[in-house]
């Protein structure tokens, strides 16, 4: 896929692998159309050229104007980039229900609707790409990270889904699952605190920018499922063939997390 012309929307593009990704799209000549909730933060990421729109994902009307400020400015969505989230790091028992709900208002319909609206144009110009952020815990349940982990695999089971009712329209679905990624996503999760064990292991995570490029190639060699970093695949597959062995070494990072003071 050429990437240079394309009007691509991203949303959670101010910070991490959005704005990575706004970045990498932007050297290649794309157009860009951005969002995010803070206004300030996306002025400074955004280009002189591209649209950027602040504003609540979860909310219904915010994301009718979206769609229909982009296609006001650039006339048609090639790509839709959903990647806003949020984790939430409690038990499932425990984890508030207005939290939990928030997380999947985000994770899970926000990208839905959004597909629902950019896809019935791209349909009638039989071209597109949706494009969702899932990550390796929505194929490796996290037990620190349940209900994240489902939302996750809920846009993995979306994105399968589409691809199969899309099927010979000339829409194409990506899904993208990044391990660990070192941006600020664990500071700004909606509650709870991570295994000292994952934090620590912040000086191997992948950066905002090598994520980005993972996803720009998937894009321009029309990839179907882009896991990154490469270990992620490795990872992935062990678990489908000794799920035992993966959810027993999970469960002691787990139990060494709730023991911690």
């Not at 691509?8 to 593009?13: E, P, Q, R, S, V």
């Not at 597909?115 to 952020?133: E, K, T």
Request: hydrophobic share 50%; net charge positive; with cysteine.
């Amino acid at each position: 896929m050429e990437l240079a012309g394309k009007v691509t929307l991203i949303t959670g593009a101010s910070r991490g692998i959005g704005a990575a990704t706004a970045a990498a799209l932007r050297a290649r000549g794309a157009r860009l159309a951005l969002t995010a909730r803070s206004a300030a933060a996306l002025r400074e990421t955004a280009g002189p050229e591209d649209l950027w729109v602040a504003g609540d994902l979860c909310d219904d009307e915010f994301r009718a104007a979206l769609v229909e400020r982009a296609l006001e400015r650039w006339g048609r969505i090639d790509v839709l980039i959903n990647n806003a989230g949020v984790g939430l790091y409690a038990p499932t028992w425990e984890a508030p229900p207005g939290l939990a709900r928030q997380l999947f208002e985000l994770n899970w319909f926000a990208p839905v609707d959004l597909a629902r609206r950019v896809i019935p144009p791209m349909r009638a110009r039989r071209s597109g790409v949706i494009v969702n952020i899932s990550s390796i815990a929505g194929q490796i349940p996290l037990p620190w990270f349940t209900l994240y982990s489902a939302s996750k695999a809920a846009l993995l089971a979306l994105s399968d889904g589409l691809r199969m009712e899309l099927a010979g329209s000339g829409v194409r679905v990506m899904a993208v699952c990044p391990g660990y990624v070192a941006t600020g996503f664990q500071q700004h999760a909606l509650g709870g605190i991570p295994p000292a064990r994952l934090v620590s292991g912040k000086r191997f995570a992948l950066s905002a920018e090598a994520c980005a490029g993972a996803i720009v190639r998937g894009l321009e060699r029309e990839a179907r499922l882009v896991v990154t970093p490469p270990l992620g695949r490795w990872l992935t597959r062990l678990y489908r063939l000794a799920p035992r062995l993966v959810e027993a070494r999970l469960r002691r990072m787990h139990a060494a997390h709730e023991d911690s003071p």
